[in-house]
């Protein structure tokens, strides 16, 4: 597993990942929210969102985005 930066190339594998989960938030609309897409599109700019892709398939397992200057997971 590689954990790094998310990217702008990683926006697909992130809303695919929110569409499987987005029940589990009782969030149906949360992949095609702007407000969501809004968020992802600012945590990757000020580097704030972390992804963990399997290495040999390119998977994505995971995303988390934090806030420095909360000093929290956001």
Same mark, same amino acid.
């Given at each position: +597993?590689?954990?790094?930066?998310?990217?702008? $190339?990683?926006?697909?594998?992130?809303? !695919?990942?929110? #569409?499987?989960?987005?029940? &589990?938030?009782?969030?149906?609309? +949360?992949?095609?929210?702007?407000?969501?897409? $809004?968020?992802?599109?600012?945590?990757? !700019?000020?580097? #704030?969102?972390?992804?963990? &892709?399997?290495?040999?398939?390119?998977?994505?397992?995971?995303?988390?985005?934090?806030?420095?200057?909360?000093?929290?997971?956001?």
């Amino acid at each position: +597993m590689l954990i790094r930066w998310a990217t702008n $190339e990683d926006k697909q594998a992130w809303v !695919a990942l929110a #569409e499987n989960i987005a029940d &589990i938030f009782d969030a149906p609309d +949360m992949p095609t929210s702007q407000s969501f897409l $809004e968020y992802m599109d600012n945590k990757i !700019a000020t580097h #704030e969102a972390l992804i963990a &892709i399997h290495r040999m398939s390119g998977n994505c397992f995971g995303v988390i985005g934090f806030s420095r200057e909360n000093n929290r997971i956001s």
